[in-house]
């Protein structure tokens, strides 16, 4: 109960100090993330310097209002809602992003009162216990963010499962993200679920070409393709078909993979050796159903990788709507060329998955642009830029199996860590 009766304002200033705490040892923590789990260090420098940022974003939050007044049929009385927070929140997270985010799932969730259970993946067990070190140095009160390692079912399952657990924030892999669902929802307490996606960019015969095929390779492929919201179906209109696929070809044979400490390393490894089997396996049977391999579909075989987790930059064309490959999250450098004649043939194959997570467009013409952002059926639209863009301050989430309707980050974030309650005061 003491951490719920702080104000606003005494909360958020935790979160300054924690931001600060992380600021300091940043190096050291941006170099353990790709120790663990081999995302290039400037990269995680990048993540890490994020979540600093979203620490400030919400320890001002905790200034803002939390509530309106409301007129009453009753002149002689005053209504009104205020927020409450939900309790103990249990946090959930996946390996791809190991401070961006657990912070922004667990900055909201204190700025708004509540408690913290955080389950971080095993794979970056390290990173996480770093970030909660800065918690614990910025003088957060104790129990109020509590860390549990293991394994993931189980420890998954307990916060499931758990009765004193008001609510689950979870992000991770759609058969993980449905059961946690199912289990919360079985006891009545709320949950928020960020899974997979299949996210198509879209290349018209007006796009500026050069800026499609930086923007595509750069959302498919950095940190290794591993996240949910990396390029990974193309769909170019048939008269920039060959000199997108050309000029995709001669970037690809250019990036660096190696170590993600090296200097000059574009792409690390898969971030496991379950992970680099998935994507080996995803690649297979993309071959065994006809598609046809353009570069890449192997282990790298560079000098000093062959015994690392290193997938080559894999790039298919041929690739039919039904295909494995097509329909299904890889979660690796695997991108998949699609020849389309019109916008609307993209939007109808686009569409076409079970997926709704992030999508984008380059054209010049404002009317495709309109009919792109009306008519594709993701959570985050981007006209012109990758894929894999999400910003802080603006609401997150995705559409059909790739989440449950509910938005993180931004203002949005207070819709699931907080309750409404409504007030009627009569004089």
Not at 52 to 76: H, Q, W
Not at 79 to 87: D, E, I
Not at 114 to 134: D, H, L, R, S
Not at 393 to 408: D, I, L, N, T, V
Request: with cysteine.
């Amino acid at each position: 109960m003491g951490w719920r009766k702080l104000s606003g304002p005494a909360r958020g200033d935790f979160l300054f100090k924690i931001a600060n705490a992380i600021e300091r040892r940043l190096d050291e923590i941006a170099e353990t993330m790709t120790r663990e789990m081999g995302k290039t260090l400037p990269e995680a420098k990048g993540e890490t310097a994020r979540g600093v940022a979203i620490l400030r974003y919400y320890a001002g939050e905790g200034m803002r209002k939390v509530g309106d007044v409301i007129p009453s049929t009753d002149s002689e009385a005053l209504m009104y809602t205020t927020r409450v927070p939900l309790g103990v929140v249990g946090v959930i997270t996946p390996w791809n992003f190991p401070v961006a985010i657990p912070v922004w799932k667990m900055a909201p969730a204190l700025v708004y009162g509540n408690t913290v259970v955080f389950k971080p993946a095993q794979e970056t067990a390290v990173t996480a216990a770093k970030i909660i070190e800065c918690m614990h140095e910025a003088g957060l009160p104790a129990g109020v963010v509590n860390m549990v390692t293991g394994d993931g079912a189980e420890i998954g399952q307990a916060i499931t499962d758990h009765p004193d657990i008001n609510g689950i924030t979870f992000t991770g892999s759609n058969a993980v993200g449905k059961r946690v669902g199912q289990g919360a929802l079985a006891r009545g307490a709320k949950y928020q679920l960020e899974m997979g996606g299949k996210n198509p960019v879209i290349v018209l015969e007006d796009a500026d070409l050069d800026l499609a095929v930086e923007a595509t390779i750069s959302g498919g492929l950095r940190s290794t393709g591993q996240k949910c919201t990396a390029t990974s179906r193309v769909f170019v209109q048939k008269g920039v078909y060959e000199p997108f696929k050309a000029k995709s070809l001669d970037k690809v044979s250019r990036l660096n993979i190696g170590d993600g400490l090296a200097a000059d390393t574009w792409m690390g490894p898969c971030a496991s050796e379950k992970q680099f089997n998935t994507v080996l396996s995803y690649i297979k049977k993309g071959i065994e159903e006809g598609a046809s391999l353009l570069c890449g579909g192997g282990r790298a075989e560079q000098a000093g990788l062959q015994d690392g987790y290193y997938v080559q930059p894999t790039i298919f064309e041929d690739v039919t709507p039904g295909m494995t490959i097509a329909r299904e999250e890889i979660f690796g450098p695997v991108l998949a060329l699609i020849q389309v004649e019109s916008l609307e043939e993209a939007l109808a194959l686009a569409n076409d998955v079970p997926f709704g997570l992030s999508a984008s467009i380059f054209t010049k013409n404002i009317g495709h642009m309109l009919s792109f952002i009306n008519e594709i059926e993701t959570g985050l639209v981007r006209i012109n830029a990758e894929s894999a863009g999400v910003e802080l301050q603006a609401p997150f989430g995705g559409m059909k199996e790739s989440s449950s309707h509910s938005r993180e980050q931004g203002q949005a974030a207070i819709e699931f860590f907080t309750s409404i309650k409504t007030v009627f005061v009569k004089a």
